[in-house]
């Protein structure tokens, strides 16, 4: 474990942490895609279900129980608790444009074709676009609250730190995956007009805003 | 081929 993958892990946990306080804290979910988040749940859900099959270390598995529950309780807070309050007009994405080709592309493009492998690819692949329909809820609306701004910023640091990572590991331990460091690439690159804006108008204190 | 390894990062 290297810094820039602790650091990682720690802004992923921050991210997830800032979208349910922002929730529970507002009682509401205005500005937030559900659908984003139904598919980050899918996404962990398929990736750690190697905690049924195989114990890598203590904060492997707790991470991932965390990743898992807090997922699953921003899910519920959406859809359920605060229901009334999600903006469910706009969030207008078609998640079956991601969820099929990704879905065909993870039985194609694979390190190994069994259930439990193919199950990761898939959500190493879907989480790279999982973010899109949040995305594309903000150019809908035109403009996102800071503290949804923090969150994305969160989640499109941590991919960019584990870029880091993997170059790290590459150089010290010849360790690489290419399905992650390629979806992980498409993934950060997602991010980038959102940090753009982000260091330019939020950190200067102005709200996010998109021109019309 | 590389071989189905336990996967550490997260």
Known sequence: MNIFRLFGDLSHLAAIIILLLKIWKSRSCAGISGKSQILFAIVFTTRYLDLLTSFISLYNTSMKMIYIGCSYATVYLIYAKFRATYDGNHDSFRVEFLIVPVGGLAVLINHDFSLLEILWTFSIYLESVAILPQLFMISKTGEAETITTHYLFCQGLYRALYLINWIWRFYFEGFFDMIAIVAGVVQTILYCDFFYLYVTKVLKGKKLSLPA | ?10
Request: no cysteine; hydrophobic share 20%.
């Open chain 2, 1 to 10: 081929e590389e071989e189905a390894k336990p996967k550490d990062e997260l």
